[in-house]
């Protein structure tokens, strides 16, 4: 599943999301643990956090305890998992903007990196859930992008190994920006995790190996 995205430039974010400079930097590419911006809903209004992509960041593990990768929450059981139910419950419903995301193809043998990115070029947003965390001079925020099932999408089931089961972010319409951050039922929420059209997506084999992680 996706672990890496590129986010969008500020200008990007401030003009086609319609929301104010968040006052922090990020960097060109996000990988686990660093920091990315997001949208959320306060007061009727759409705002943008910079936060840590992973929902629980690497330095709130405790002394001895295991770093589980949290960057993705599975949509089926996001309402089950310790680390994801409470979240998905209080309704914490955030958007990850973003140019494009890096998937694995094996169908040369070997894994290759693909860029998926929408057919037309533009920005988008994907599905998310996030927290917030008291910190000793205010809160720091981190986030889990939202993943379903993508076995029969014509293109993102070429990603991944044979036998493994195809998964896929929730690229959430314009249209439908503000309904899903503003949606604190749970199960009204589902509404909104479903593929989005084949015909929108492309994809695009890059020269740089796929590492799989960083």
Not at 8 to 16: F, I
Request: aromatic letters at 12%; glycine letters at 8%; hydrophobic letters at 35%.
């Amino acid at each position: 599943m996706c672990i890496n995205y590129i986010p969008p430039t500020k200008a990007v974010l401030v003009e086609y999301f319609g929301v104010d400079d968040p006052g922090f930097e990020w960097k060109g590419e996000v990988w686990q643990d660093y920091q990315a911006p997001i949208l959320t809903l306060r007061d009727g209004r759409r705002q943008a956090l910079v936060a840590n992509y992973g929902l629980v960041p690497k330095r709130k593990v405790q002394p001895g305890g295991k770093h589980y990768a949290t960057m993705n929450a599975r949509a089926e059981t996001v309402d089950e998992k310790p680390t994801y139910r409470r979240d998905w419950q209080q309704g914490h419903l955030c958007l990850v903007p973003m140019l494009g995301f890096f998937e694995p193809c094996y169908e040369s043998g070997k894994a290759e990196r693909w860029r998926i990115s929408m057919a037309d070029g533009m920005p988008f947003a994907v599905a998310g859930i996030w927290r917030a965390w008291q910190e000793e001079q205010g809160y720091t925020f981190s986030f889990s992008q939202l993943t379903i099932n993508a076995d029969t999408h014509p293109l993102l089931r070429r990603m991944h190994k044979t036998g493994d089961e195809k998964r896929s972010l929730v690229i959430v319409p314009p249209e439908d920006y503000d309904a899903w951050l503003g949606c604190r039922d749970p199960e009204l929420a589902r509404a909104y995790l479903v593929q989005q059209s084949d015909e929108k997506l492309t994809g695009m084999q890059m020269l740089i190996p796929y590492r799989g992680s960083h």
